[in-house]
């Protein structure tokens, strides 16, 4: 496996500094796009720190400012929040699921920022043995960035769905099978199969450095 530098580093949040930081970075993006939405997502949400959740940050390493943020939620600890608004089918409902949401970066943010957030999703779920990542899309640009990494159609294709979770507003919602995504990509040759399996980013980091036990412990869930 090759290695790779960047300027940019992918940490969970655990300060207060660090999910008021994503709240900003999540409040621009949304409100980038929505004006009158942005507000909305500028403050830390109780699901932020709940049990089985984690926040990303990725940040510049030469200014510290962060660029882009993710959250993480897996569904041993509970029902994922979109499962308030619709039922997931047995497929996917039957196997520990986590729902990546909170997708936030900066505008005119590196291309790599994203990359890097979806690639640290990816090594958490697989670390701890989630089956299914799920989650809803709103933009035509997102759902083919999700559709290029493999994601799928959980209900019919084209299909929208109003998640309470997401503000009220229809979604696509896809899933990836965390466990076949290589062989997936190596099937398609999948451009993004070198970054995401190939290449060794030591500066995407998706445990804590003081919980050396959380993946063992997250991944009793899917036993």
Request: hydrophobic letters at 45%; proline letters at 4%; glycine letters at 8%.
């Amino acid at each position: 496996m090759q290695a790779a530098n960047l300027s940019f580093a992918v940490r969970l949040a655990s300060t207060d500094q660090d999910f008021r930081d994503a709240c900003t970075v999540r409040a621009i993006a949304y409100g980038h796009h929505d004006p009158e939405m942005g507000p909305r997502f500028g403050d830390v949400e109780q699901l932020d720190v709940a049990e089985g959740t984690v926040v990303l940050l990725c940040r510049d390493q030469a200014t510290g400012q962060c660029m882009g943020t993710a959250r993480i939620q897996v569904s041993g600890f509970g029902p994922l929040t979109l499962e308030s608004s619709l039922m997931l089918p047995p497929w996917v409902s039957s196997r520990l699921r986590a729902q990546i949401s909170r997708l936030a970066v900066v505008p005119g943010a590196s291309n790599v920022v994203k990359l890097l957030l979806m690639k640290a999703s990816y090594q958490y779920c697989l670390a701890t043995q989630v089956r299914w990542m799920v989650i809803g899309a709103r933009s035509a640009a997102l759902i083919r960035n999700y559709r290029s990494l493999g994601f799928q159609d959980v209900f019919e294709p084209g299909s929208w769905h109003v998640l309470a979770s997401g503000g009220g507003l229809p979604h696509q919602i896809l899933a990836l099978d965390v466990a076949g995504a290589r062989d997936a990509w190596q099937e398609t040759k999948n451009r993004l199969l070198a970054f995401m399996t190939e290449t060794e980013h030591a500066d995407v980091q998706v445990f804590a450095a003081n919980d050396e036990h959380a993946p063992a412990r997250l991944a009793a869930l899917a036993a």
